[in-house]
């Protein structure tokens, strides 16, 4: 009869960069987080309305600002080559108080305005927006993918990071069995 062959294991090993990779996980889906805060807020608590597109500013470093108020007029300006230049759409919002308050959207697009001043009707063109009573000017465009991508992306990132990270740390430290695969010297057992 023979002896029983001796479990082999494994311990991965490699704590400390296991934990610095939880860690950065963590500060990753802790800034997604923060950046995702403000809008939520807003979403939440603040008070919605419909913004007035009303001109598009051009920027470009070192050049006048170029302030247009017809579609017209920015097709006859657009660039669509020349990626320095920014368009900005200005907006209006009617509070319920009866104030008028211009904003400016709080992204900007380098081919072409992000919205056109006058949609396929004819009529200005309206975006829902999310403001603070107290600060009309802290807006947001709930319906804008830019507002939710990036802060989106870094908190599940960081969660997917965090998920990761644990499960390693979790094994760093423990015995896994190795399989026993038999050698040609090796008896296999068999008659």
């Known amino acids: 009869m023979s002896s029983p062959l001796p479990i082999e294991t494994y311990t991965p090993g490699h704590v400390p960069q296991k934990l610095a990779l939880l860690i950065a996980s963590l500060l990753?889906?802790?800034?997604?987080?923060?950046?995702?805060?403000?809008?939520?807020?807003?979403?939440?608590?603040?008070?919605?309305?419909?913004?007035?597109?009303?001109?598009v500013t051009r920027i470009k470093a070192g050049m006048p600002d170029l302030v247009?108020?017809?579609?017209?007029?920015?097709?006859?300006?657009?660039?669509?080559?020349?990626?320095?230049?920014?368009?900005?759409?200005d907006f209006v919002i009617h509070t319920e108080?009866?104030?008028?308050?211009?904003?400016?959207?709080?992204?900007?697009?380098?081919i072409t305005p992000l919205f056109?001043?006058?949609n396929a009707d004819g009529l200005p063109t309206t975006v829902i927006v999310c403001y603070n009573p107290a600060n009309p000017r802290h807006i947001i465009f709930p319906t804008l993918i830019s507002t939710w991508l990036v802060p989106g992306l870094l908190a599940l990132g960081g969660l997917a990071g965090c998920v990761?990270?644990?499960?390693?740390?979790?094994?760093?430290?423990?015995?896994?069995?190795?399989?026993?695969?038999?050698?040609?010297?090796?008896?296999?057992?068999?008659?």
């Open 68 to 89: 247009m108020r017809s579609d017209s007029e920015i097709a006859a300006n657009e660039a669509p080559h020349d990626r320095s230049y920014v368009y900005w759409n």
């Open 164 to 191: 990761v990270a644990a499960f390693l740390l979790y094994w760093a430290r423990r015995p896994i069995e190795l399989p026993h695969i038999a050698t040609p010297s090796e008896p296999t057992g068999q008659k």
């Open 28 to 55: 990753i889906l802790a800034f997604g987080i923060s950046q995702l805060w403000a809008p939520l807020r807003l979403l939440a608590l603040g008070h919605r309305g419909e913004t007035e597109a009303v001109s």
């Open 97 to 110: 108080t009866g104030r008028v308050i211009p904003v400016r959207a709080n992204v900007g697009s380098r």
């Open 116 to 118: 056109p001043l006058r």
